[in-house]
């Protein structure tokens, strides 16, 4: 298969395209790893510009999960494509990266997460592409919603940004009150619980 088919087709099997037409550019960083997005690129970058015609929803893809960053975001490789996955709809607690110390269950989170992923083979479903150039997605392994589990155990809350108008948001609000109201995880904060949201404002980057 000729180098622009199979970079075609692995655009068709990552992308959700139920939100509209779109044109898909990709390009591939200094180690070597292919990106694609539907929105911004880096400054710098030189891209392939590629023309969307796939107007279906993926719903089966075989990835397998290769890293874990925090609670809510990971990498994913298959298809000749590695590239991170923002789990879409949870907002986990902030790890504060190197320079600064986190939130309370931040690397319980990211701890819990890679026991759930690490390594294993999922399925996503997609939702376009968010902020850093990251693919939306809710991430199934093994017949289980990984997003939903993290509220579930109260290691994200819902996410407060905008949302995707597919994704019905009705679990995931149900979710998050049934682990506020048992004091699962980080809820067991009670009064002292600082959101993601929050906390990202009071410590900019």
Not at 4 to 18: D, G, K, P, R
Not at 125 to 153: C, D, H, P
Request: charged share 25%; proline share 5%; net charge positive.
């Amino acid at each position: 298969m000729r180098p622009a088919i199979q970079l075609l087709v692995a655009v068709f099997l990552i992308l959700s395209l139920s939100q509209g037409r779109c044109d898909v550019y990709s390009w591939t960083d200094e180690k070597g790893i292919r990106h694609f997005s539907n929105v911004s690129l880096p400054y710098g970058k030189r891209a392939t510009k590629i023309p969307e015609s796939v107007s279906s929803t993926i719903d089966k893809s075989n990835f397998t999960v290769t890293k874990v960053f925090d609670g809510d975001t990971v990498q994913v490789q298959g298809q000749d494509l590695e590239f991170r996955i923002r789990m879409v709809a949870i907002d986990a607690p902030e790890t504060g990266g190197s320079r600064k110390k986190g939130q309370p269950y931040s690397q319980k989170a990211k701890k819990v997460l890679r026991q759930l992923l690490q390594g294993k083979k999922v399925r996503l479903k997609q939702y376009g592409t968010g902020g850093y150039n990251r693919i939306l997605a809710e991430i199934f392994s093994q017949g289980r919603n990984i997003n939903l589990t993290m509220i579930r155990q109260g290691l994200a809350e819902v996410y407060q940004g905008r949302l995707p108008k597919n994704l019905d948001p009705a679990p995931y609000e149900k979710a998050q009150a049934d682990a506020r109201r048992s004091g699962a995880g980080m809820w067991s904060q009670g009064q002292a619980y600082k959101s993601p949201k929050t906390w990202r404002k009071e410590n900019p980057r």
